[in-house]
T-cell receptor, first 113, second 111 residues
C-alpha cells in the first residue's frame, strides 16, 4: 500500500482567496485522484490527475475552480480557487493499486469564512 | 453513470447487537470494496470482493458480493464501540482505476 501525505492538514481561509493543497506519494503512480467530502457526507470524485496530461474532471467540477497540477509521478496539487463558504470540506488525495483499491492521506480540512 | 446506494444511512445500536449494511449498484463493477472512516482520517480499506457470490470474513465482519455483482452486504456480529464509524461501499473498474463511493452508513455503537 502507498503512503500518502497531504498538506496543509487544515486551514481557515477568507472567501475570495485560493488555497493550494499538496499531495505526496511514497511511490510512483500513474494516476492520482482528488476527492471532496462535504460535512456529514461521502466522498465525491473531483478529478483524476494524470502525469503528463491535463486532469480529467468529473461532472460538476471545472478546471477554473479546481486547477490541478501533476509535475511528476509522486506529486500533485489541487487548488481551490475563489473560495466561498460552500467550499468548506475535507479534500482528500488518493491513489489506487493494481486491483483498484484506494489509499488515502488524512485529508485537508478546509473552512472558508 | 455508475451509482451506489447504501442502507441504512444511519444506525445506532447497543454493544453486542448484530447489524447488516447493504450496498446496491445500478450497474456491474469489476470489484466492490468496503471502507471504514473515522473522524479526521481518510477511509481505510476493509475488504475487496471480486467474484459473484463471494463471501469474505474479517474477524466479526462478514462481507458478501451478490451473484450478479451489483450488490453487497456487510454484517457485523456482536458490535463493539470500536466499530463506530462511517462505512462506505465503493466500486471500481479496471486496475488503477478511479473508485466511486456510495453515500455511506454512519454507525454508532453505544456501550
Amino acid at each position: 500500500s502507498a503512503v500518502i501525505s497531504q498538506k496543509p492538514s487544515r486551514d481557515i481561509c477568507q472567501r475570495g482567496t485560493s488555497l493550494t493543497i499538496q499531495c505526496q506519494v511514497d511511490s510512483q503512480v500513474t494516476m492520482m485522484f482528488w476527492y471532496r467530502q462535504q460535512p456529514g457526507q461521502s466522498l465525491t470524485l473531483i478529478a483524476t490527475a494524470n502525469q503528463g496530461s491535463e486532469a480529467t474532471y468529473e461532472s460538476g467540477f471545472v478546471i477554473d475552480k479546481f486547477p490541478i497540477s501533476r509535475p511528476n509521478l509522486t506529486f500533485s496539487t489541487l487548488t481551490v480557487s475563489n473560495m466561498s463558504p460552500e467550499d468548506s470540506s475535507i479534500y482528500l488525495c488518493s491513489v489506487s493499486d493494481r486491483v483498484a483499491e484506494a489509499f488515502f492521506g488524512q485529508g485537508t480540512r478546509l473552512t472558508v469564512v | 453513470t455508475q451509482l451506489l446506494e447504501q442502507s441504512p444511512q444511519f444506525l445506532s445500536i447497543q454493544e453486542g447487537e448484530n447489524l447488516t449494511v447493504y450496498c446496491n449498484s445500478s450497474s456491474v463493477f469489476s470489484s466492490l470494496q468496503w471502507y471504514r472512516q473515522e473522524p479526521g482520517e481518510g477511509p481505510v480499506l476493509l475488504v475487496t470482493v471480486v467474484t459473484g457470490g463471494e463471501v469474505k470474513k474479517l474477524k466479526r465482519l462478514t462481507f458478501q458480493f451478490g451473484d450478479a455483482r451489483k450488490d453487497s452486504s456487510l454484517h457485523i456480529t456482536a458490535a463493539q464501540p470500536g466499530d463506530t464509524g462511517l462505512y462506505l461501499c465503493a466500486g471500481a473498474g479496471t486496475s488503477y482505476d478511479k473508485v466511486i463511493f456510495g453515500p455511506g452508513t454512519s454507525l454508532s455503537v453505544i456501550p
